[in-house]
C-alpha cells in the first residue's frame, strides 16, 4: 500500500508540469465537449418526440427534461467518458512522467501509434461500460441499504481502473506481452479505488485520470525494476 501512496505522492507533485497541465486541460475539455453534445443530442431528440404534442411549452420542458437526463448521464458514465479520453491522451502523460523520473526507460519506450491509441481508448470504455451495467441489477437490489450501491460501483471500477491506469504505461515497454502488466493485483486494486473514490467528488474527478496514469506509470516502472533484478539475482 505504500508503494500506491508514494506514487500518487510523486504524481501530485508533477501536476505543475507543462506536458501534464496540457494533458489536463484538453482532457477537460473534450470531457465537456462529450457531455455538451450528449445534452444536444437529448434535447433535440426529446423535441423530436414531442413534436406532435402541444408546442405551448416553447421546449422549456425538453430542455429540463434533457438537463435532468444529462446529470443522471453524467453519474453514470463520468469515469467511463474521463477513462476513455485519459487513455487516448495516456501516451502523453506516460512520456511526462518517464522522461522525469524515469529517462533510461523512455529511451526504451515505443510510443502507442493513434490507432492503438483510439483502440485501447474504445476497448477501455467498452470494457467499463459492460462491466458497469452488469453491476447495475445488483446495485439496484442493494438500494435498500442506502450505501450498498456506491459501495458496489466503487469496487467494481477499481477493479477496472487499476489494470488500465497501469497498462498505460506497460504497453510502451511489454515488447508484445501484453497480458503481462508486472504490477501487484493488490497495488492496482487500491491504485483504482482511490482514483474511482476522486472521481466521485466534483472538480476534483477532472483531474484523478491524470493523477491515476501518472501513478500507475510510477507503480509500473517499480515492479519492471524488481521484476529485472529477480531476474538478475
Known sequence: MSAVFEALAKAFGQLSDTAILRVVAKSILVTLLVFA????ALYH??????ASQSAAANGWIEAAAAVLLVALAGWF?????????LQFFADEIVAAVEARHFPEAACRAKPLPFRRDLANSLRGAGRAIGVNLLALPVALVL???????????????????????????WLRHCQGDIAGNPVARSDRFILGAI????LMVPFVGFIAPILGAAAGTHLTHRAIAAREGAEHA
Open 143 to 169: 438500494l435498500i441499504t442506502g450505501v450498498g450501491p456506491a459501495i458496489l460501483f466503487l469496487l467494481v471500477n477499481a477493479w477496472l481502473l487499476g489494470r488500465e491506469l497501469t497498462d498505460m504505461a
Open 37 to 40: 453534445a450528449l445534452g444536444i
Open 77 to 85: 458514465l463520468f469515469r467511463v467518458v474521463a477513462l476513455a479520453v
Open 195 to 198: 482514483v474511482a473514490a476522486m
Open 45 to 50: 431528440g426529446l423535441i423530436w418526440v414531442g
